[in-house]
């Protein structure tokens, strides 16, 4: 009874200060609290319910069955919507703050929302080498069926909670990328819902043009049903190469050499200040040194930035043997850094064998309770923005950001661009090797001002033929979006396919103006 009393004891305190301070004031200044008593408990029981219910769906083997007569459901849904005479827009019927994406769109409200429910994996054909999955299937969903079956996607971008749907409509990237491209680009076919409720499938071959325009369209062309993924064998561990290297000129050049060697399955940079970066390159392996072997994903280890900084402060080289579906999830834990903001102690080791189990708390989760005055916070005093920019450009990009908003770490995903049709391909006629550099985290510079700072960055990107991702916050105007991104695949299927009154312009979707 004694623990039960003095946490009870502990917990009136609590409120009594929060009532005091006003609960307002600890909501914003002392989130941690909230998010440890309430959130990570809630999360818990989330993951719960959705491994128990994907797990029972298997054991029925109940999705295919059932995943035709759910695509006619939503197909009955568009048809009712046009003959009520097309009032609005349409949109998916997923509540804004479920998604991984920070903001939530304001035609989440207005729009005729489509209830799409498909969330499980269809078909593992490992003679054809594809998966066959419904869009709201996860990333945490697909590596534990796969990798159980000795197979995985090419591209596992990090997060669990990031689903197939997500990742074809915005983008998908991982530190295979450099091999595989873009999670698009191992995708084999998509089964779209049309804006007259009609299905159409279509791949490379087949009515390739809206093969190519989907990707990066976010949900503007039609609602994607169904896709086919790629699938390569996987082994039991990533043989993980930790290299410091300091200067900036030093750390481009080492990052690139790695990022053009094929032997290299994986490549990652985490640049922790203008000169000091740590360079990991992995590659699958079955035979592990047992005595190197590191499962970095189990609840008591460090958050996986702060371990491979360690190297840095060492200052030498290391090799470790992680188990594949940890190496996969390496930043899932820590929400890359984000999680540092929110839980400042969540690294100590104290917390971490008490409580990391329930750790990450749900984006979702997160998103949904963070009221109006953490909303605002995060908007003026955080940067969460991914830039993919040509890899002979990445020099100039960390210097530019560097005086621009000063945030570190910064992530970097290497990955090669093809020069196929679509919003997103290389200026040039030939594949191109680019690199993803994620800043998350408050900016360091006085001057920081959320629109110019980033008005800046997009500037930059624009001017060297790069390309942001769409989940984040956007401050182009519509022609300096249309000069970023390539629109003529992408508008003549808007024409084709009657798009006009049945879904906005993806620029209208993500704009600042469009968003919470
Ligand atoms: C904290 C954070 C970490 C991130 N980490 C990574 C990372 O490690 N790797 C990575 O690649 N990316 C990462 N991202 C970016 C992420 O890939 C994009 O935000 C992605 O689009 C989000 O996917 P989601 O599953 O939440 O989809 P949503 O946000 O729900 O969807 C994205 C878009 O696709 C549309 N869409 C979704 N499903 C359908 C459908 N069935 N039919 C039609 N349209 C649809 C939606 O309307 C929306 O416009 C991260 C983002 C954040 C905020
Ligand atoms: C979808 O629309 C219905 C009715 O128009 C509304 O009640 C519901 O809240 C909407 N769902 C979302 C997620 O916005
Ligand atoms: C790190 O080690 C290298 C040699 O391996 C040495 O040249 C360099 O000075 C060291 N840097 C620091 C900051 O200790």
Redesign the pocket.
């Known amino acids: 009874m004694e623990p039960l009393l003095s946490l009870g004891i502990g917990l009136l305190l609590l409120l009594l200060w929060a009532k005091y301070k006003g609960i307002e004031y600890v909501l914003v200044h002392h989130r941690w609290i909230f998010v440890c008593l309430f959130l990570l408990p809630l999360s818990v029981l989330f993951d719960i319910y959705y491994q128990f219910r994907s797990w029972i769906v298997q054991k029925l083997h109940s999705a295919p069955l059932q995943h035709s007569q759910r695509v006619r459901y939503i197909q009955s849904q568009v048809r009712e919507w046009k003959k009520e005479g097309q009032k609005t827009y349409m949109c998916t ?3 804004g703050w479920l998604t991984v994406s920070l903001r939530v769109g304001k035609y ?2 207005t729009h ?2 489509i209830t799409i429910n498909l969330m499980d994996i269809l078909e593992v054909d490992t003679e054809r080498q594809v998966v066959r999955v419904e869009p709201l299937v996860s990333m945490g969903q697909l590596t534990a069926h796969l990798n159980h079956l000795g197979w995985t996607i090419p591209v596992v971008p990090e997060l669990d909670d990031l689903t197939v749907g997500g990742l074809i409509m915005g983008t998908g990237i991982e530190t295979s990328s450099h091999i595989y491209g873009l999670f698009q680009h191992t995708c084999k076919a998509y089964e779209i819902v049309l804006a007259d409720g009609s299905l159409m499938r279509c791949t490379p071959e087949e009515n390739s043009d809206l093969f190519y325009a989907v990707p990066w369209s976010c949900g503007t062309l039609g609602f994607l049903v169904a896709a086919e993924i790629k699938i390569v064998p996987v082994k039991k561990y990533v043989r993980l190469h930790y290299e410091p290297v300091r200067g900036l000129k030093a750390i481009c050049k080492r990052f690139t050499e790695e990022s053009e060697k094929k032997e290299n399955h994986f490549v990652e940079g985490l640049v922790y200040s203008l000169e000091e970066a740590v360079i990991m390159s992995g590659i699958l392996t079955d035979e592990a040194d047992q005595s190197k072997v590191n499962s970095i994903g189990n609840y008591y280890k460090p958050w996986f930035y702060k371990h491979a900084e360690k190297y840095l402060k060492a200052n030498k080289t290391g090799i470790e043997y992680i188990p594949t579906r940890h190496y996969y999830h390496r930043h899932t834990r820590s929400i890359f850094w984000e999680l540092q903001d929110i839980i400042p102690f969540g690294n100590n080791p104290v917390f971490r064998y008490l409580f990391g189990w329930m750790v990450p708390p749900k984006i979702s989760l997160l998103k949904l309770t963070q009221g109006e005055a953490i909303r605002k916070l995060y908007e003026q005093h955080h940067v969460v923005q991914d830039m993919m920019i040509p890899i002979k450009t990445l020099e100039t990009c960390i210097e530019t950001y560097h005086s621009d908003i000063r945030v570190y770490p910064l992530w970097l995903c290497p990955f090669i661009l093809p020069n196929s049709p679509g919003m997103v391909h290389p200026k040039g006629d030939e594949t191109e090797l680019y690199v993803n550099v994620g800043s998350y985290g408050a900016p360091q510079t006085k001057h920081f001002d959320a629109m110019a700072s980033t008005r800046q960055m997009e500037k930059f990107v624009r001017s060297v033929h790069g390309f942001q991702m769409l989940y984040a916050d956007c401050y182009m105007t519509r022609e300096e979006f249309w000069e970023m991104f390539d629109g003529s695949l992408y508008h003549k299927l808007r024409k084709e396919l009657q798009c006009s009154d049945a879904f906005p312009e993806v620029y209208d979707k993500i704009s600042k103006a469009a968003r919470h």
């Open positions: 019927g997923r509540p989440k409200k005729k929302n």
